[in-house]
């Protein structure tokens, strides 16, 4: 490993490797992109998503190999055994920093299919990384504030909208949904605008989530609910950092959540009961994950 290098130095290589693997990886992805971009035979496309599936783990497997090369962590982690890469998932975590989904692709390897997570629309923007989420069905979302759709009533439901449709192409084949319910990374600042009644996290946003059981409940094994801590490190924790090798602790907990049968079906933005009853199930399932951080930085301390 890397660790006797100064941080500057650590964090350079890193990010050299990071990038090269990343090139390396959409080089090799993008022909296939071009024939499933091209191609109009549904069969041909789903085949060669799988394809591209298979390329994306093989550009996990490498960085999962400089996480190892670069960084000098101890593992706290829980949860994780039990669970099969031929079933499907939806997979609920908190947001502490970039490396967040590092972290979870690291260790979630070849336990649960591969992850998909849903990103800010403006984020298909990203060199390299936008265009090879785009290939890889990534749900892209567009959102719009309050403010915004008082303003244009016609956007109203959009971004619930291209959920149910990515839903309907997640049914195809085993797949993990990870949805990050802070909607962003936790910083204190963020958590004092919102007035977050949370220690450790901000307000969860229940519409994509609740869409996601509703619209795929009887195609997924479980649900996933995951907490991330680094118990050294105060949020907001820059990737730069992270690069650096200024994380000596992760702490992970996973553990499994049946599918509450009566969210499977329901209509989130027109049923009135099942949107107050989802929001009480997502905001009881908050609370006690912030009690559960609380207690793993006092274990910590």
Partial sequence: ML?????????????????????????????FMLIKTLTPHEGLRHRLTRVLTAIAWVWIEINSAILWLTQDIAWDVAGLEGFNPKSSYLVISNHRSWADILVLQHLWKHRIPFLKFFLKKELIWVPLLGIAWWALDFPFMKRYSKEFVKKHPELKGKD?????????????????????????????????????PYRHLLLPRAGGTAVVLSAMGQHLEAIIDVTIVYPKNEAPLPFWNFLKGEIPEVTVRARRLEIPGQFVGRDYEQDTEFRAQFREWINALWAEK????AALLENDE
């Avoid at 990038?19 to 080089?27: C, I, L, R, S, Y």
């Avoid at 195809?172 to 802070?182: A, G, Q, R, T, Y």
């Avoid at 912030?290 to 951080?293: E, K, L, Y």
């Fill in 3 to 31: 660790k006797f290098l100064p941080g500057p130095v650590r964090g350079t290589i890193a990010l050299l490797l990071y990038t090269a693997n990343t090139v390396g990886g959409v080089t090799t992805l993008l022909p």
């Fill in 160 to 196: 619930m909208e291209t959920t149910r449709r990515y839903c309907e192409k997640f049914k195809k084949s085993p797949i993990s949904v990870i949805n990050f319910l802070e909607g962003t990374r936790f910083d204190p600042e963020k958590k004092r605008q919102q007035q977050s």
């Fill in 290 to 293: 912030d009690r559960q951080i």
